[in-house]
Structure formats: structure tokens, C-alpha cells
């Protein structure tokens, strides 16, 4: 019998405040030296908005609360030349409390507020088409196929 196909669940959020997306400059791989959004897969048994706050909290430090969470659009990527799918919710976080901090030196050179309508050329196709679609309001979309 054939294998099934892999899908995993992410969580990309877009911490917005004053117009500026709260963005990691990465220093590994996959995307490195791309600013990318705050987020990650989801572990086992979680839900997105147990997800979405478990890796605001591990990637920058920022608290946020269930009710500050919107779902703003979902991306459906086919990732690593075909081997996997991926369904990334893509969240919308306008209220937070704390300061960001870079927490994971290993993996993000640095966090940026980044403004929303002047991104910069080495932004990750995922992170662009997410916020494109919040500015455009698409709710939808399937990329790297």
C-alpha cells in the first residue's frame, strides 16, 4: 500500500502595531537571511490559537490572549519538492503585552518592525503572500505548487 502524503498544521502571525508587522530575520534554514513572520508547526494535540501563543511566547517573549487572536487567512503549501503539504493559519494579533525579545539567537538573527505597505526585497514568499492576502483580504491561497 502507498504511503500517505504528509500535512502538517503551522501558525504564521502577523503582530501588527502601528502600521509595523513584527518580523524574524532568519539565520538557519529554511529561509535564511529572509524575514519571515513569528510562528511555527503545530504540536501535537493543539489547537491554532494554543499554537499561535505557545510560539509568540518562545520566538519574542510577547503574551497574548485567546480573544486577541483572529484568523485572518489560510495558506496551503506544498513544502520540500512535494514530500509534504502544510495548511498555515494565518493569525492576526493587534493586542499583546510585553516587548519583543529574540529568543531564539540559534535561529533569528533579528526581530523588525517592519512597515506593513514597504517590505523589503528578501522577505520569504509565504510571509509576503500571507500579508498580502490580510491587506487584500484573501481569505485563501495555495502557493509553491
Keep these: 500500500m502507498k504511503e500517505r502524503f504528509k500535512i502538517f498544521g503551522c501558525v504564521i502571525s502577523l503582530i501588527i502595531k502601528d502600521n509595523k508587522v513584527l518580523m524574524i530575520l532568519r539565520k538557519n534554514k529554511p529561509d535564511s537571511g529572509y524575514y519571515n513572520l513569528v510562528g511555527g508547526r503545530m504540536e501535537e494535540g493543539e489547537t491554532v490559537p494554543q499554537a499561535i501563543i505557545r510560539e509568540i511566547q518562545e520566538e519574542t517573549g510577547l503574551n497574548v490572549n485567546k480573544e486577541d487572536i483572529s484568523v485572518v487567512s489560510t495558506l496551503h503549501r506544498l513544502c520540500d519538492n512535494g514530500n509534504y503539504n502544510s495548511i498555515e493559519f494565518v493569525t492576526l494579533i493587534k493586542n499583546f503585552t510585553g516587548m519583543p525579545q529574540n529568543l531564539e539567537p540559534q535561529f533569528c538573527e533579528k526581530l523588525a518592525w517592519i ?14 503572500t500571507a500579508i498580502e492576502n490580510y491587506k487584500n483580504k484573501i481569505v485563501f491561497s495555495e502557493i509553491d505548487y
Design 115 to 128: 512597515d506593513i505597505n514597504n517590505m523589503p526585497e528578501n522577505i520569504s514568499p509565504y510571509a509576503r
